[in-house]
């Protein structure tokens, strides 16, 4: 296959020594042509002892910075090692590696700067609760109404991006819980975002890190993070930088 | 009008404040940077209190009645704006913060890398 381009698949994990080795592993098995980084986000449990053990590739982040603090430390990895394409994938063994070429293939087409795996495309696989579907459509709609793009899964940490989105999340990329703001940056981009069907499996060890009492701030935080994303692009589309 | 005593004290408190100030900036204990906000501030407050009659201008004008709850409500008004600088700040370090962390841990990976060839390499030279 003539297809030389660099893809990093970026795992952050924070306190997943249940699952890390496992997944890694798996990843490895599967997907042995493309480079991998383990974002260990300051875990207070064996994470990082575990990456040293196994002699993973991994980003020691001294200070825990949440998802989006770990998940941007891989993009500037990226951007810095010259990557043409970066994955990002939990580090909880929610995202099947089997996905993989799926997600990638619109990126390689250049048909897309922005993959995301969406597991309520085809309703296969873990559907995640009922009220968190709710909260997730709630999100969708506000991100149809301001950006005028309808995605599903807007939660979906499983995304590919181009060495363009590379550059544009390694200088900025939202905090604390980045993935709806993440797509509203980048459609404000003019990136074009695509949902592949993916199937997702319910956690296999561990705990999320949105828990029940967490949702009401999550929704509010993430609601305003969009309507502030949103505004702060004014009412003319950021241009393409190239 | 305020009353001659409370404006005595007010003095009294103001020259406390700066000899605060100063104390701390004597120890480094504060920045000249941030600092400056709390300086003006307690520049406006002498002012206010050696030249009580623009106080009393001023909260004329916006419409309140009482002095003394003038005197509060600028107050009140002022410690708020000195919060959001204050919680500008903090978001601004954290930003910072966070660069440095992120740029830390990418050293740190190419340093792994180099002691690993060190270490390598120096096998390789025994052997050989």
């Keep these: 296959m003539g297809q030389k381009e660099k893809v990093l698949i970026i795992i952050p994990a924070f306190n997943e020594a249940d699952n890390i080795v496992r997944v890694v592993d798996h990843m490895m098995e599967q997907a042995p042509q493309y480079d991998y980084l383990v ?3 300051g875990s207070t449990d064996d994470t990082l002892s575990l990456c040293r053990r196994e002699k993973f590739h991994y980003l020691d982040l001294s200070i825990n910075m949440g998802i989006g603090g770990a998940v941007q430390a891989g993009y500037i990895y990226a951007r810095k090692n010259g990557y043409d394409i970066a994955v990002q994938m939990d580090g909880d063994g929610q995202h099947d590696i089997a996905y993989l070429e799926e997600v990638l293939e619109p990126i390689r087409q250049g048909e897309a700067d922005v993959t995301i795996g969406s597991r309520f495309l085809q309703k296969e696989g873990f559907q995640s609760s009922v009220s968190r579907r709710a909260g997730i459509n ?10 005028g793009k309808r ?11 181009n060495r363009r989105f590379i550059e544009i ?27 592949i069907p993916v199937q997702m499996r319910a956690r296999e060890g561990g705990t999320s890190s949105i828990t029940f009492k967490k949702s009401i701030y999550y929704m509010i935080k993430v609601t305003l993070a969009i309507l502030i994303c949103r505004m702060s692009y004014g009412v003319r589309r950021a241009k393409r930088e190239d | 009008m305020i009353p001659a005593t409370l404006r005595v004290t007010l003095i009294v408190a103001v020259i406390c404040y700066f000899i605060m100030i100063l104390y701390f900036l004597k120890q480094k204990a504060l920045n000249l ?32 009645q009482d002095n003394m709850n003038g005197l509060f409500i600028f107050a009140i008004g002022f410690i708020i704006m000195i919060l959001l600088s204050l919680t500008s700040i903090a978001s601004r370090q954290n930003r910072k913060i966070r660069t440095l962390t992120q740029e830390l841990s990418i050293l740190d990976k190419k ?16 052997e050989g």
């Design chain 1, 169 to 195: 999340y390694s200088k900025d990329y939202p905090m604390d819980y980045p993935e709806p703001e993440a797509i509203v940056a980048a459609i404000m981009h003019l990136g074009r975002v695509k949902e």
């Design chain 2, 111 to 126: 340093v792994r890398e180099l002691e690993e060839k060190a270490v390598t390499e120096d096998e390789q030279g025994k």
């Design chain 1, 138 to 147: 709630i999100l969708s709609f506000l991100i149809l109404l301001t950006t």
């Design chain 1, 151 to 161: 995605i599903k899964d807007v939660t979906s940490g499983y995304r590919a991006v």
């Design chain 2, 33 to 64: 940077k941030y600092t400056l906000l709390w300086i003006v501030a307690g520049v406006v407050m002498g002012i206010l209190v050696i030249v009580p009659e623009l106080l009393v201008f001023i909260i004329h004008i916006f419409g309140i």
């Design chain 1, 39 to 41: 974002v260990n986000d």
